[in-house]
Each structure stands twice: as C-alpha cells, then as structure tokens.
C-alpha cells in the first residue's frame, strides 16, 4: 500500500522556523515528483514547492522564495520542507503528494499527483 505520512508541523511565532517531513512506503522515491500544498481555512489549496522526478529541479511559488527549501533523502525515502522566516499568512494545513508525471512540477497541479498524505498543521502567530 503506498502512504505518505507528513511531520513536523506545529505552533511557531514569525519568523520562526519549522521542518516538515513527508515519509513515503510502497513507492520509489526517486521516481515521483513530490510537491508541497497547503490550505489557510477559507482558501483553495495552493501548490508551495515540488521537487521533480527529471533532473531533481525544485520549484517555489514567488510568496515562499528565498525562505523555504524542499529536498529529499533517498536512503530514508523522504521529502522535507525547511520553512524559514515563517510569517502568518503560511498558516495552513501542509500537504505532500507524489505523481509521475513527465513534465517538470511547477503546475501544481492537483490531478497530476496520485497519493497524497493526511497533512499537517502549520500555525504562524505571536
């Protein structure tokens, strides 16, 4: 059975920094594209990061460039997300999803990812 299990989230204060953890079974890492999405109550659920399955190129959408980094680790079988400089409109439910699409990830979207885990609670407040 293929799971994605998402850690790591919590209660931060801005400008805080969390590290969230997207553990994969049933699946090879190193040949799915996985991306990051969230949803703030009230929103519709937005891609945030993806690194590709071709040539391992990652993405960010503009809001979260130059403070988050997403990579992976292929003896653990995991994708992480390194949130710095965390403001409070990053509050949300974090994702991670897998697909093997064959085209490079930056589209987000959503009928390109076949799994998708539980997701976890990422609160930005003081």
């Known amino acids: 059975q293929v799971q994605l299990v998402e850690s790591g989230g919590g209660l931060v204060e801005p400008g805080g920094s969390l590290r969230l953890s997207c553990e994969l079974s049933g699946i090879t890492l190193d040949s799915y594209s996985i991306a990051w999405f969230r949803q703030a109550p009230g929103k519709e659920r937005e891609g945030v990061s993806c690194i590709s399955r071709i040539d391992i190129e990652t993405h960010y959408i503009d809001s979260v460039k130059g403070r988050f980094t997403i990579f992976r680790d292929n003896a653990k079988n995991a994708v992480y997300l390194q949130m710095n400089s965390l403001k409070p409109e990053d509050t949300a439910v974090y994702y991670c999803?897998?697909?093997?699409?064959?085209?490079?990830?930056?589209?987000?979207?959503?009928?390109?990812?076949?799994?998708w885990g539980q997701g976890t609670q990422v609160t930005v407040s003081s």
């Open positions: 999803a897998a697909g093997y699409f064959s085209y490079y990830c930056s589209k987000y979207e959503q009928y390109d990812y076949d799994y």
